[in-house]
């Protein structure tokens, strides 16, 4: 087969041209850009001042502060205890193993080609929670016991987030088939379940973990306060969880299910082998995505008096001793959370892309 | 079932003699079977007999009732009333009576339903695994024997996605004779294919008539019908209208009704 | 054969194995469990109750609160009963819910729109809005709101002045009130008189033009009538309005309407917010109508505007509308974070301080619960009221 020597007419990137279709295309366009430019010039000036050319960097307590820029000094005085609360700082080697470990599992996923990454994916939901569970606390094989309350700031935003997700896939899982069981008394709990969960804010739930769960126990059992608010995500997300699955349930086609049945496959068989590969695989942006809002979700905590990293900055901004650095605390709160949700959102993006365009024909 | 059963022995081809020794090679007998959605009667008094190693195969017009009819055989659909025994098991309620004849009747749908998260040779391989309780070694090489005799070996470590239709479907084939079935039912095995496909599915299907496999093929191919079919059964609102040896049926028929149906679709 | 044995049983399968029977023994399991975990609950809580002394029943729903709150819109004042402490936290959530989802809809649509603008500029920019917004948490929009912005505002007395009627300070942003005089009934009538002959005018309209085909520019002449009849009214009636403007009064100012900070704070936060959520909503919406359907409608003859109006956004609401209820949602429920900064909604009045005095957390609980969950359940019977309504009838 001969190539055909003709070929289209490459379009030149010329500036001008292209303010003229992008930017100026007609009098209307012409007054907006010119606003919204407008808008940008004189924002954007006294902004970088603040942040970068006016801030200062050096120091080590208040009086350091004397530009007319942002106090920065004083995130870097107090990083430790948003990152680690008050977890004491001989043992915070062991937390930063746990934080290892977590890139460890997850950064690769970013990486296509990455050797194994399914596998330190699967590490990551199974074994990274055990490791966890004897590291952090501790008071197990010669470590040091570290009481729950004096986790705090990144460190248990990171737990509440992860445990809530981990411990909400399983359960929710079972809500989802509930919720599409043939049998209407175990359907009718499930939609029961989910729906009242779904339908109150989680400040209540926060409120009802802490206030009402001791209520609920025989005497002489309570749990912490960390683990209160645990239940209490964990029981709220999941009812999330069992949503998004059941989307991706419903949409494995009927002939799926049909083919397992006639291959003889019972219904466990049938749902683990062929139906919840699939659907679990299809739902991973929208679990991904209420992983995000759990995430933000967190910070409810420092209500119920738990310190996250909102908490920590929070109760930080309202010391004395630091006075006038509420903005500058809640811009670097901002950026952890925006980096952390901004990141794993386009991961999960690409992903849907993927899914939408591969695997079907 | 009140006669008794007696041992048999499996006589893989029988003679298409006039059905007088009933009872004796019958692998599938429906009596009296009706089945409704709601209030709507789809399936009205059907009976059939079917032996060892007959071909059958069943036609009639789009909402007659065919797919749903063979779709009772393995209870992908629940009959109502009358009784379907399948391999001297009747399909009741019981679960292990729907398990064991879903082990001994494969089946191969018009739109293949392949599992899609597994490779052609897990997808074989899935069911003697799980159901037979088959050893993975032994399970993998009787799928790839399968897979040869549907003419695609060498397909066997892609995933259904990266393949063609008619390719899909020849997977499909194989995937249901992994099982060692006694019985295949194919529900509109070609209607889904492009027309250059058609004939590589029909081909595999042939073969597999020519080796005693009993049949019963739910298909608009009246060329098939001809050259493989035992009997033809013609369905039209939910009922049998007519049964008859092939060349009797495209013919001869004698109700009006299959004239029609026949006319319509033999004509251009 | 093997399987004869079965074959030759004309009864019915042994139970266990008939699947009808496994189903209702499953149920009856599950709902025993449900009841068992519930009676271990009610007979844990009611012994703890009972040691800790606390009382139980609605009882104290008639007791005298003894607190006071910041702002309500119902009257109330510390003697009156924690039952009208519900009330008050009630409609004050209401009130930042109603507000909220006024302006999140309007700022959520005019940068969805934005967003698909042939301006690169334009689109660019609510693009960094939508990105930077929706991945920050909004309880931290709301502390930055509250404690950054609103309170290192000016005292009352060096506040920010627009022209006399309107004060932004640390206390809270103060704006004229109209106070309606005698007469003002005229214009009330005008107003309806106007809403009623423009449905008239749309209804003849149309009837006009199934028969005629000729068209009534019933949106111009609609929205003249809206707007010249109460007008008129209003200067027939003598002018029956005044304002009342509020002035500096000791340390604080008195008259007019108030916002307060925390109500500012929180209503700004959530619209924010929820508005970078609703713009996505909208684009999707708009990108969901398939590009052969603008084609079409324009290959039949229809301009822009009526491609725009018949085809496009007919077919893009009923995209948008779902999702936008459970944004509305999701709003609603989010206004609970009231309570961080001290905003008295339902959540804080009554789950926070109420609770906090009573001890009497099963019922307060269940009834602050019941309350988000009967929002809920009204909003998604509209919904699915909505969606029987428009959905696009197919076989």
Same mark, same amino acid.
């Given at each position: 087969?001969?190539?055909?020597?003709?070929?289209?007419?490459?379009?030149?990137?010329?500036?001008?041209?292209?303010?003229? +279709?992008?930017?100026? %295309?007609? =009098?209307?366009?012409?007054? #907006? !850009? *010119?606003?919204?430019? &407008?808008?940008?010039?004189?924002?954007?000036?006294?902004?970088?001042?603040?942040?970068?050319?006016?801030?200062?960097?050096?120091?080590?307590?208040?009086?350091?502060?004397?530009?007319?820029?942002?106090?920065?000094?004083?995130?870097?005085?107090?990083?430790?205890?948003?990152?680690?609360?008050?977890?004491?700082?001989?043992?915070?080697?062991?937390?930063?193993?746990?934080?290892?470990?977590?890139?460890?599992?997850?950064?690769?996923?970013?990486?296509?080609?990455?050797?194994?990454?399914?596998?330190?994916?699967?590490?990551?939901?199974?074994?990274?929670?055990?490791?966890?569970?004897?590291?952090?606390?501790?008071?197990?094989?010669?470590?040091? +016991?570290?009481?729950? %309350?004096? =986790?705090?700031?990144?460190? #248990? !935003? *990171?737990?509440?987030? &992860?445990?809530?997700?981990?411990?909400?896939?399983?359960?929710?899982?079972?809500?989802?088939?509930?919720?599409?069981?043939?049998?209407?008394?175990?359907?009718?709990?499930?939609?029961?379940?989910?729906?009242?969960?779904?339908?109150?804010?989680?400040?209540?739930?926060?409120?009802?973990?802490?206030?009402?769960?001791?209520?609920?126990?025989?005497?002489?059992?309570?749990?912490?306060?960390?683990?209160?608010?645990?239940?209490?995500?964990?029981?709220?997300?999941?009812?999330?969880?069992?949503?998004?699955?059941?989307?991706?349930?419903?949409?494995?086609?009927?002939?799926?299910?049909?083919?397992?049945?006639?291959?003889?496959?019972?219904?466990?068989?049938?749902?683990?082998?062929?139906?919840?590969?699939?659907? #679990?695989? *299809?739902?991973?942006?929208?679990?991904?995505?209420?992983?995000?809002?759990?995430?933000?979700?967190?910070?409810?905590?420092?209500?119920?008096?738990?310190?996250?990293?909102?908490?920590?900055?929070?109760?930080?901004?309202?010391?004395?001793?630091?006075?006038?650095?509420?903005?500058?605390?809640?811009?670097?709160?901002?950026?952890?959370?925006?980096?952390?949700?901004?990141?794993?959102?386009?991961?999960?993006?690409?992903?849907?892309?993927?899914?939408?365009?591969?695997?079907?024909? | 079932?009140?006669?008794?059963?007696?041992?048999?022995?499996?006589?893989?081809?029988?003679?298409?003699?006039?059905?007088?020794?009933?009872?004796?090679?019958?692998?599938?007998?429906?009596?009296?079977?009706?089945?409704?959605?709601?209030?709507?009667?789809?399936?009205?008094?059907?009976?059939?007999?079917?032996?060892?190693?007959?071909?059958?195969?069943?036609?009639?017009?789009?909402?007659?009732?065919?797919?749903?009819?063979?779709?009772?055989?393995?209870?992908?659909?629940?009959?109502?009333?009358?009784?379907?025994?399948?391999?001297?098991?009747?399909?009741?309620?019981?679960?292990?009576?729907?398990?064991?004849?879903?082990?001994?009747?494969?089946?191969?749908?018009?739109?293949?339903?392949?599992?899609?998260?597994?490779?052609?040779?897990?997808?074989?391989?899935?069911?003697?695994?799980?159901?037979?309780?088959?050893?993975?070694?032994?399970?993998?090489?009787?799928?790839?024997?399968?897979?040869?005799?549907?003419?695609?070996?060498?397909?066997?470590?892609?995933?259904?996605?990266?393949?063609?239709?008619?390719?899909?479907?020849?997977?499909?084939?194989?995937?249901?004779?992994?099982?060692?079935?006694?019985?295949?039912?194919?529900?509109?095995?070609?209607?889904?294919?492009?027309?250059?496909?058609?004939?590589?599915?029909?081909?595999?299907?042939?073969?597999?008539?020519?080796?005693?496999?009993?049949?019963?093929?739910?298909?608009?191919?009246?060329?098939?019908?001809?050259?493989?079919?035992?009997?033809?059964?013609?369905?039209?609102?939910?009922?049998?209208?007519?049964?008859?040896?092939?060349?009797?049926?495209?013919?001869?028929?004698?109700?009006?009704?299959?004239?029609?149906?026949?006319?319509?679709?033999?004509?251009? | 054969?093997?399987?004869?044995?079965?074959?030759?049983?004309?009864?019915?399968?042994?139970?266990?194995?008939?699947?009808?029977?496994?189903?209702?023994?499953?149920?009856?399991?599950?709902?025993?469990?449900?009841?068992?975990?519930?009676?271990?609950?009610?007979?844990?809580?009611?012994?703890?109750?009972?040691?800790?002394?606390?009382?139980?029943?609605?009882?104290?729903?008639?007791?005298?609160?003894?607190?006071?709150?910041?702002?309500?819109?119902?009257?109330?004042?510390?003697?009156?009963?924690?039952?009208?402490?519900?009330?008050?936290?009630?409609?004050?959530?209401?009130?930042?819910?109603?507000?909220?989802?006024?302006?999140?809809?309007?700022?959520?649509?005019?940068?969805?729109?934005?967003?698909?603008?042939?301006?690169?500029?334009?689109?660019?920019?609510?693009?960094?809005?939508?990105?930077?917004?929706?991945?920050?948490?909004?309880?931290?929009?709301?502390?930055?709101?509250?404690?950054?912005?609103?309170?290192?505002?000016?005292?009352?007395?060096?506040?920010?002045?627009?022209?006399?009627?309107?004060?932004?300070?640390?206390?809270?942003?103060?704006?004229?009130?109209?106070?309606?005089?005698?007469?003002?009934?005229?214009?009330?009538?005008?107003?309806?008189?106007?809403?009623?002959?423009?449905?008239?005018?749309?209804?003849?309209?149309?009837?006009?033009?199934?028969?005629?085909?000729?068209?009534?520019?019933?949106?111009?002449?609609?929205?003249?009538?809206?707007?010249?009849?109460?007008?008129?009214?209003?200067?027939?009636?003598?002018?029956?309005?005044?304002?009342?403007?509020?002035?500096?009064?000791?340390?604080?100012?008195?008259?007019?309407?108030?916002?307060?900070?925390?109500?500012?704070?929180?209503?700004?936060?959530?619209?924010?917010?929820?508005?970078?959520?609703?713009?996505?909503?909208?684009?999707?919406?708009?990108?969901?109508?398939?590009?052969?359907?603008?084609?079409?409608?324009?290959?039949?003859?229809?301009?822009?505007?009526?491609?725009?109006?018949?085809?496009?956004?007919?077919?893009?609401?009923?995209?948008?509308?779902?999702?936008?209820?459970?944004?509305?949602?999701?709003?609603?429920?989010?206004?609970?974070?009231?309570?961080?900064?001290?905003?008295?909604?339902?959540?804080?009045?009554?789950?926070?301080?109420?609770?906090?005095?009573?001890?009497?957390?099963?019922?307060?609980?269940?009834?602050?619960?019941?309350?988000?969950?009967?929002?809920?359940?009204?909003?998604?019977?509209?919904?699915?009221?909505?969606?029987?309504?428009?959905?696009?009838?197919?076989?």
């Amino acid at each position: 087969m001969a190539e055909s020597t003709m070929k289209a007419p490459k379009k030149r990137i010329d500036p001008v041209r292209w303010a003229r +279709e992008n930017l100026f %295309s007609s =009098w209307h366009n012409t007054i #907006l !850009t *010119l606003l919204v430019g &407008y808008l940008i010039v004189t924002s954007v000036g006294p902004l970088l001042n603040w942040v970068l050319l006016d801030a200062n960097f050096q120091g080590s307590d208040p009086s350091d502060c004397t530009g007319a820029g942002a106090c920065w000094l004083f995130i870097n005085q107090r990083l430790n205890f948003f990152i680690y609360g008050f977890y004491p700082e001989e043992f915070q080697w062991r937390v930063d193993i746990m934080f290892g470990l977590l890139a460890l599992s997850f950064a690769p996923q970013f990486i296509e080609r990455f050797p194994g990454r399914k596998w330190l994916g699967l590490f990551g939901l199974t074994g990274l929670p055990i490791v966890g569970y004897f590291l952090i606390p501790g008071g197990l094989f010669g470590l040091e +016991e570290v009481q729950s %309350s004096k =986790w705090g700031g990144l460190m #248990l !935003t *990171l737990i509440l987030a &992860y445990i809530g997700i981990i411990a909400s896939l399983p359960i929710g899982t079972l809500l989802a088939l509930g919720r599409r069981s043939e049998m209407p008394i175990i359907r009718g709990l499930c939609v029961v379940f989910i729906e009242v969960w779904r339908a109150v804010p989680l400040i209540t739930v926060l409120f009802m973990a802490s206030v009402m769960l001791p209520l609920f126990l025989p005497e002489g059992m309570n749990f912490e306060k960390l683990a209160r608010a645990l239940i209490g995500i964990t029981l709220w997300q999941s009812a999330y969880m069992a949503e998004v699955i059941r989307g991706g349930l419903q949409a494995i086609p009927r002939g799926q299910y049909e083919a397992a049945s006639a291959l003889g496959l019972g219904y466990w068989k049938k749902m683990g082998l062929i139906i919840l590969p699939q659907a #679990l695989k *299809l739902v991973i942006p929208g679990i991904v995505n209420t992983f995000i809002s759990l995430f933000k979700d967190t910070t409810l905590v420092l209500i119920i008096g738990l310190f996250d990293i909102l908490g920590t900055v929070q109760s930080t901004v309202t010391d004395p001793a630091w006075q006038n650095v509420a903005v500058e605390g809640y811009v670097f709160v901002a950026f952890c959370f925006w980096v952390f949700c901004f990141g794993i959102s386009r991961y999960s993006q690409n992903l849907e892309r993927k899914l939408d365009t591969g695997h079907r024909t | 079932m009140g006669k008794p059963m007696t041992e048999q022995t499996q006589t893989p081809e029988t003679q298409s003699s006039p059905s007088t020794d009933v009872g004796k090679s019958d692998i599938i007998r429906v009596e009296g079977m009706h089945k409704w959605y709601g209030d709507f009667h789809v399936l009205k008094d059907l009976n059939l007999t079917v032996r060892h190693g007959e071909r059958i195969v069943i036609c009639g017009p789009s909402g007659s009732g065919k797919s749903t009819f063979i779709r009772c055989i393995n209870r992908l659909e629940e009959h109502q009333q009358g009784k379907i025994i399948v391999d001297d098991v009747e399909l009741t309620d019981d679960v292990r009576q729907i398990d064991s004849v879903r082990r001994e009747v494969g089946m191969v749908f018009q739109h293949f339903n392949l599992f899609p998260h597994l490779t052609v040779l897990e997808n074989c391989c899935l069911s003697p695994i799980w159901v037979r309780k088959t050893p993975r070694k032994e399970a993998e090489a009787t799928a790839m024997e399968y897979l040869e005799r549907v003419k695609i070996p060498d397909q066997a470590n892609k995933f259904p996605g990266q393949l063609s239709g008619g390719q899909q479907q020849r997977v499909a084939i194989a995937r249901a004779l992994c099982m060692k079935p006694k019985i295949m039912l194919f529900d509109e095995p070609t209607s889904a294919l492009d027309p250059e496909m058609i004939k590589e599915v029909l081909d595999v299907m042939i073969e597999l008539a020519g080796s005693g496999m009993t049949m019963l093929c739910v298909t608009h191919e009246m060329g098939f019908a001809k050259t493989v079919a035992d009997r033809v059964i013609f369905m039209d609102g939910g009922e049998i209208v007519e049964e008859a040896p092939p060349h009797d049926f495209f013919t001869n028929p004698q109700e009006p009704r299959t004239q029609k149906f026949l006319k319509q679709i033999l004509q251009h | 054969m093997k399987k004869q044995t079965f074959d030759s049983k004309p009864a019915g399968p042994k139970p266990w194995y008939d699947p009808r029977v496994r189903a209702i023994f499953f149920q009856v399991v599950a709902i025993a469990l449900v009841f068992w975990g519930g009676w271990v609950l009610i007979d844990n809580t009611l012994s703890n109750m009972e040691s800790r002394g606390i009382s139980t029943g609605f009882g104290f729903l008639d007791e005298s609160a003894g607190f006071g709150i910041i702002m309500s819109l119902v009257p109330y004042d510390a003697t009156m009963s924690y039952g009208r402490t519900f009330w008050v936290g009630l409609t004050n959530t209401l009130l930042v819910s109603a507000m909220g989802v006024v302006t999140a809809t309007i700022l959520g649509f005019i940068i969805g729109v934005a967003r698909l603008s042939s301006n690169w500029l334009v689109a660019k920019v609510s693009l960094a809005y939508i990105e930077v917004i929706r991945n920050i948490p909004l309880l931290l929009q709301i502390f930055f709101w509250y404690f950054a912005v609103l309170s290192s505002l000016p005292s009352p007395r060096q506040s920010v002045d627009v022209g006399g009627a309107f004060f932004l300070n640390n206390r809270g942003l103060y704006v004229p009130e109209p106070v309606t005089q005698d007469g003002f009934g005229l214009v009330w009538g005008g107003i309806l008189a106007a809403i009623a002959a423009v449905i008239g005018i749309r209804i003849w309209a149309k009837r006009r033009q199934l028969a005629t085909g000729a068209i009534f520019p019933t949106f111009k002449v609609g929205v003249g009538i809206l707007f010249l009849v109460p007008i008129m009214s209003y200067f027939l009636a003598g002018q029956p309005l005044e304002w009342d403007l509020p002035a500096l009064k000791g340390f604080n100012f008195g008259g007019g309407i108030s916002i307060i900070p925390e109500l500012a704070a929180l209503w700004i936060a959530l619209s924010l917010y929820t508005a970078s959520f609703i713009a996505e909503i909208v684009r999707s919406g708009i990108l969901s109508v398939s590009k052969g359907q603008t084609e079409a409608s324009k290959a039949l003859g229809l301009p822009n505007g009526l491609t725009l109006r018949l085809v496009v956004i007919p077919q893009a609401m009923r995209v948008i509308i779902p999702p936008l209820t459970s944004q509305y949602l999701n709003l609603v429920k989010n206004s609970s974070l009231a309570t961080a900064i001290g905003y008295p909604d339902l959540v804080a009045v009554f789950m926070g301080t109420t609770l906090n005095q009573t001890g009497q957390a099963v019922e307060v609980v269940a009834i602050t619960m019941a309350v988000y969950l009967t929002i809920s359940l009204l909003i998604s019977l509209f919904m699915n009221i909505y969606n029987r309504a428009v959905a696009i009838k197919e076989r």
